[in-house]
């Protein structure tokens, strides 16, 4: 089956340090993977995804993903947090059918 | 252009009644996936739509769920008997390859 594991429920890191949200995956076969971000009483809005290609990823708001077929890991990451950068992350993971399936979710804190 | 968009974005609605979401997917999309988001359950996948036709409808937690899609647009996801537990909030999504964008989404509560 088909799963996603977002292992922290929330990461507290200081504005401008580096940030990194994790995600790991379940998938047979070649994965398509995506990072997703929500503001309060918002959708969901796109960041990046990895079809193929290059193993380091770069999207939206500066934001950027490295995947790792060993470590069937695909974190997101960000050299410099903003305190908009506060939301709840999702990764997904496109299983059957194109349907997503998403982690449970990370709650990003970034403090002044 | 536009995006996604899906209504009412709030209803509130009485334990039995009946409710229909609409979602109007991005021009062009052929793809429409609904998707449900509550507290215990996390995001979970309801139905998807390619064309007018449905070939994933695994998701749809009971048959007092139904949605269609008519001319490759439009797509109305209807709940009958409401339940408390069907308090949610309900996602829409289109694609046309593999991105798949999300509306705002419509917040379900039954009281």
Sequence with gaps: ?112 | GAGVSQSPSNKVTEKGKDVELRCDPISGHTALYWYRQSLGQGLEFLIYFQGNSAPDKSGLPSDRFSAERTGGSVSTLTIQRTQQEDSAVYLCASSYVETQYFGPGTRLLVL
């Design chain 1, 1 to 112: 089956a088909q799963s996603v594991a977002q292992p922290e429920d929330q990461v507290n890191v200081a504005e401008g340090n580096p940030l990194t949200v994790k995600c790991t995956y379940s998938v047979s076969g070649n994965p398509y993977l995506f990072w997703y971000v929500q503001y309060p009483n918002r959708g969901l809005q796109f960041l990046l995804k990895y079809i193929t290609g290059d193993n380091l990823v770069k999207g939206s708001y500066g934001f950027e993903a490295e995947f790792n077929k060993s470590q069937t890991s695909f974190h997101l990451k960000k050299p410099s947090a903003l305190v908009s950068d506060s939301a709840l992350y999702f990764c997904a993971v496109r299983g059957y059918t194109d349907k997503l399936i998403f982690g449970t979710g990370t709650r990003l804190q970034v403090f002044p």
